[in-house]
């Protein structure tokens, strides 16, 4: 049997960690079994899907990667086909109308909040001769569902669950306006569309016992369900954005690369082994389903963080400079000609100490700012009037200096300060903040070959005589 899998968002939203998560193991799966992805948009809520939230959807799912095989199919094109199914079922004697008022339904629903337990419709049309069909009240199409016995999954991740049928009742399949019932729809589609494996949230397990009737009523295979865990805050509570419940395009807002998102989100719910780090290509010969817990996952934003600075280390330098531009750009900083050059040549240190493009960006503006460089609030001390003199002094020694390489810059260092009475220590922190405006930088040494020996002189003057402007403090 060849895999078909989907994704099926509702546009009435972005689209959200979750989602995102959920999507992920879609495609792997899909992947792992050499078979096809494919993307229903759920916009049978007129009212509420919009078009900005199915544009969010599609982009977050192209910056993550996970294009689906073909082009989406949207379910509000095919009202015809799911209306065509519900009549069909109604001419079979498998489902049948309902012209239970409104009146009644709540009444109903009263009573069920009484006894404490869930609504469910009493069937009280099931069977009732539509002669007694009251006028003026357009009727709504209900399956008949089975009485007895019970409905069961074989979830492949929840296990084996089972219902009994006496608590579900006849669902809607067309309301009294004509338009399909979400429930019917999806059954509808998966089966046009070939679907397998249904793989999406734990919530939407209860839906899967009536979805699965539905199946049955048509008479068409039910595919085999996966209902993967909620993912949970570090605390144990419902995700939100204070934990991190962000739509996926402000992930990349604040500088996370897609494949360290799908990285990670693989291991929230899924695990092989003490594995915690892989590669697409681990992951899609690695990923099934035996592998996904039946907990809720825990979101954990310092993990994310930490392993997105995995991944940033990955990536080829003049790649990381391409995409800082965008960043770049939002700290007022444009990376051309020496600027590009010297941003090129210092990647190697600035990544390894970054954990998102966004502090990537930041902490690069050094290379890129004109002189004379301003200084951060905090470092504005190092540059008291001793430092001053001593940098003076420093000048001089560094421009006789002829091989302009770290060892022998630090070497000449060195000797001064101990020539001269200095802390090394002092010295090297004054000299940082000259160069790069702050008393955190990539090795500093490293810092003045990528600068270049006129640019390190310079920069080395500005803070000698007091040139450099001090930073506001950050609010």
């Known amino acids: 049997m060849s895999v078909v899998v989907r994704f099926a968002p509702s546009p009435t939203g972005y689209l959200h960690i979750g989602g995102a998560r959920t999507a992920l193991f879609n495609w792997l799966f899909a992947r792992h079994h050499r078979g096809k992805y494919l ?17 969010a959807i599609l982009d977050g799912l192209h910056w993550l990667g996970l294009d689906p095989d073909e082009p989406p199919i949207f379910q509000s094109t095919r ?30 629903r009263e009573r069920a ?6 609504m469910r419709y009493d069937g009280r049309w099931r069977d009732r001769d539509p002669a007694e069909a009251p006028p ?21 991740v929840q296990g084996t669950i089972r219902v ?48 699965k009737q539905l199946y049955d009523a048509i008479g068409a295979p039910c595919p085999a369900f996966a209902h993967i865990p909620l993912i949970h805050g570090p605390d144990g509570a419902k995700l939100s954005k204070r934990h991190g419940a962000l739509s996926v395009t402000e992930y990349r807002e604040m500088g996370f690369l897609p494949e360290a998102m799908r990285c990670y ?29 039946r907990s809720p996952a825990r979101f954990d934003m310092a993990k994310l963080l930490n392993v997105n600075a995995h991944f940033l280390r990955l990536r080829g330098d003049a790649e990381l400079v391409e995409l800082l531009r965008p960043f770049l750009a939002k700290e007022g900083l444009v990376a051309e000609g020496e600027g590009a050059r010297r941003l090129l040549a210092g990647m190697a240190g600035l990544k390894a100490r970054a954990r998102t493009l966004v502090e990537l960006a930041r902490a690069a503006g050094f290379y890129l700012r004109p002189r004379p460089l301003p200084i951060r609030p905090e470092a504005a001390a190092r540059l008291d009037p001793r430092a001053r003199e001593a940098l003076a002094a420093l000048k001089p020694v560094l421009a006789g200096e002829e091989r302009w390489e770290e060892a022998a810059l630090e070497a000449a260092c060195r000797n001064f300060a101990e020539t001269h009475g200095l802390k090394f220590a002092d010295l090297a922190q004054a000299l940082r ?17 990528v600068l270049g020996r006129e640019e390190t002189l310079a920069r080395i003057d500005d803070a000698a005589t007091g040139r450099n402007p001090v930073l506001a403090p950050a609010n």
Not at 46 to 55: G, N
Request: glycine residues 8%.
């Open 39 to 55: 993307l229903r948009i759920e916009d049978t809520d007129r009212a509420r899907s919009t078009k900005e939230a199915i544009e």
């Open 79 to 108: 009202f015809d086909r799911h209306r065509e199914v519900a009549l069909r079922l109604l001419a079979e004697g498998k489902a049948y109308r309902c012209w239970a008022t409104p009146e009644e339904l709540e009444a109903m």
């Open 113 to 118: 909040r009484a006894e404490g337990r869930p």
């Open 136 to 156: 003026g009240v357009p009727p709504v199409i209900r399956l008949k569902a089975p009485l007895e016995g019970e409905t069961v999954i074989d979830d492949l």
């Open 164 to 211: 009994a049928n006496e608590q579900l009742d006849d669902m809607v399949l067309l309301r009294s306006d004509g338009t399909p019932t979400y429930m019917l729809s999806v059954v509808v589609d998966d089966i046009d569309m070939g679907i397998t494996h249904v793989i999406r949230g734990h919530d939407h397990l209860t839906n899967t016992f009536r979805q």
């Open 265 to 293: 989100l693989l291991r929230l719910g899924w695990a092989h082994g003490d594995k915690e780090l892989l590669s697409d290509e681990e992951a899609i010969a690695l990923f099934d389903l035996s592998g996904v817990g």
């Open 433 to 449: 903040v000259a160069l790069t405006g702050s008393t955190v930088s990539p090795g500093l040494f490293e810092v003045m070959v």
